[in-house]
């Protein structure tokens, strides 16, 4: 506007006007000036009213029923979107760290505020197999205190975790989780046990990093190991990948977190850790050397206002799977057997695809029992491949997914050869942090980790049949489970 007055006063001079002229021109002026600030209300309001529906994902959201706003008392604040996001533990499983990074960027995580987390899972389900007491189905150990006959139902509280984020400064995270999971728990006795009813410290780390000004960051604690992408397309059960190779344990990370390029470098404690990472101290299962490592790079390309595509591989240095025979969890080992992986995830507009292996490079000493020596140890091999669509609807976003994974311990024709699952599952998204899901599940194949060659199977004057198993390859069991997942 200004240029326009300047414009419109050189030409009256030029043209020896006089100056009271002018005064019908500025008059106009003023009203187009008005009629501007008008729009640009009515503009900013539109922006504003169409970030509020779409929140992070940039897709328009159902009207239906919106999620509440962030909320705060004094310097404590809650936010279930952001619960949703972090307590998830079917997406960004071991780069929960960089997600606390890109919420204090985007402000969503202020300074010096502590940030409260919740969230419940309840699901109830029928399972059906065609070996009694063999039930292969991941989500809960897979043992006679768990389930007996050939049938089996229940309705539970799967998981409750507890979450706390605190901010110190612009560049100073500490973060704490806890978990109450009593189907996953490696506690004795029945899932009503009490050893196997408590609340577990899952997480907790002190986080640096500003996205902001760097892209690099480190973290010291107990958190997920950079090792794959153990993410899953499901709506509750874990990726197979997930089961065998999602490893927890202390120690320190380091990573760069650019725009396309990310790089994770983990020292991890020795010894056999909460899960997944094992390397001998000394010929013990002591943690007291940082003496495992894990290493992961990925590379993301955008192809597309509504695509991506993400590369990546990682190595472990020593995994869960060097136990001699007879295999039980967190014995030590006499050395390293590390792991390789490999993983790929396409988005395109509405649809997710991704493909993930995983593979030890040195057999699993345990996987050969003497006592049946026509099956030789064999390497450790898992895989998943995935896909989801998901549909908008007037009451909120519904995902459909398919989903395909094998655990493969043994040679052709092992009873511990192989353990593969299907699963089929629905989820709606009633509000952004509330999910209702249902799933099929087809496992075919029993092969649990514990004494999976043999080694526990007994007579019935309690002594050990050495050339049995309870591993089972032509176990089938069929699962239906229905559940809800709320974040707050």
Known sequence: MPCLVCVLLSCVAAGGARADSLKPLLERLDRFEAENRRLREEVDALAAERTERTGRSGRAASTAAPERPARSLGFVRFDSRFAHELLDPTARINRKQR??????????LAPYTLHLQGAVTAFASYQKSNREDRFGYLMRHPTVANQVGDTVSEAAVHSAQLGLTGTVGDWLTGHAQMLFAPKQSFGSGTDTDLERNQVQVRRAYV???????????????????????????????????????GALANGVTLGFAGERLSVSVAGVQGGAQFRAANTPVRGTAVPSRLNNLAVDASYRLETGPTGSFLLGASYLHGSAYCQGYPVAHFRPCLDNNPALDSYAKFVLGDFTFQAE?????????????????????????????????????????????????????????????????????????????AKLFAEYVRVDGFAPLNFISGGSVRSEQGEVIPNRTHSDRAARSNVFLVGVNLAF
């Open 99 to 108: 997600l606390i990074l890109e919420r204090r960027n985007d402000g969503t």
């Open 207 to 245: 986080l640096f990093g500003d996205l902001g000004r760097a892209p690099f960051h480190a973290s010291v604690g107990k958190m997920a190991v950079p090792f794959g992408l153990t993410d899953t397309v499901s709506p509750f059960s874990a990726s197979v990948v997930w089961h065998t190779f």
């Open 357 to 433: 292996i995983a593979r030890t490079t040195r057999a699993w000493p345990g996987t050969f029992n003497p006592a049946i020596s026509r099956f030789p140890a064999s390497r450790v091999t898992s895989f998943e491949v995935g896909a989801k669509y998901r549909h908008y609807s007037a009451r909120g976003p519904i995902d459909f997914s398919a989903a395909f994974g094998r655990f493969d311990a043994g040679p052709d024709g092992a009873p511990w050869e192989r353990q593969d699952q299907l699963v089929l599952g629905a989820a709606w998204f009633p509000r952004p942090s």
